[in-house]
């Protein structure tokens, strides 16, 4: 008939009913389901089954405030009458925490997959755990599954043989680095100039899980540079030779 024998303290909580306020109504009175439908699914799943665990519904408390709750149920005799026992627990913050969680990672995902710089992460052992496309892009990697395939290592694609173990040396010094600016390999073979901005991420104990890394091609601002250099000397040489006197001077003469 729906009528309350008894409620613990955890129920007045969650409820906000008082065990004198819980026993003088029945069950239906108290209008704790917020979803007809939820409704539905729990008792016909208890009546069919004649036992539910932790089927999540939205709870209606006392002062109309709608919780994220578990519902547990089983049909138990009493004094030769069937009752049903329920148990109901409050996960609306953690439910709260979850979806703050999954919009933070939704947002960083799209972060990551639309930036222009490569980002990834690599393993102690120096294979990619994470890369997004514009990494696989810059090495000439078709998607980033192709660049964290097993058989290719970030060590491996650096052009100078002891670049790599330089720039982790100075990750475990310092913690990170910025700006550290060295040749890799591109998928064709040729070189490319690549930028690097990496730090080390540590467990609790302080040891090394792995690290991330900000990849930024630079092949055509060096290239730029070598030019100008190379324009330079060549004016430098021009006019060091030159049998005419060469000066500079201002507007003004001076």
């Not at 129920?11 to 029945?26: H, K, P, Q, V």
């Not at 009546?47 to 709608?66: H, L, P, T, Y």
């Not at 496309?133 to 090495?139: H, T």
């Not at 060590?155 to 040396?169: D, E, I, T, Y």
């Amino acid at each position: 008939d729906g009528a309350i024998v008894d409620i613990n303290e955890g129920f007045s909580m969650i409820s906000g009913y008082t065990r004198e306020d819980a026993l003088a109504r029945n069950a239906n009175e108290l209008n704790l389901w917020a979803s007809a439908e939820d409704k539905r699914k729990c008792l016909g799943a208890l009546q069919s089954k004649n036992k539910v665990v932790d089927q999540e519904f939205k709870f209606r408390s006392k002062a109309g405030r709608v919780k994220t709750c578990l519902f547990s149920s089983e049909i138990i005799n009493l004094d030769e009458e069937d009752h049903y026992l329920i148990i109901v627990q409050d996960v609306s913050a953690r439910r709260d925490a979850e979806e703050r969680l999954r919009r933070a990672e939704e947002k960083y995902r799209s972060i990551v997959e639309n930036a222009q710089e490569g980002i990834c992460q690599i393993s102690r052992e120096g294979y990619f755990l994470m890369a997004n496309q514009a990494l696989a892009n810059i090495l000439g990697y078709a998607s980033p599954d192709e660049l964290m395939d097993r058989e290719v290592k970030a060590s491996q694609l650096f052009v100078a043989p002891g670049a790599n173990n330089a720039m982790l040396q100075l990750i475990a010094k310092r913690g990170a680095i910025k700006g550290f600016e060295t040749q890799f390999y591109h998928k064709n073979g040729n070189p490319i100039w690549i930028s690097i901005n990496m730090h080390s991420v540590l467990d609790e104990n302080g040891n090394l899980r792995y690290y991330e890394g900000i990849y930024e091609d630079i092949t055509e601002r060096r290239q730029l540079e070598n030019n100008l250099l190379s324009s330079e000397k060549r004016y430098r040489n021009l006019v060091d030779s030159s049998l005419m006197g060469v000066f500079r001077c201002r507007d003004d003469g001076t």
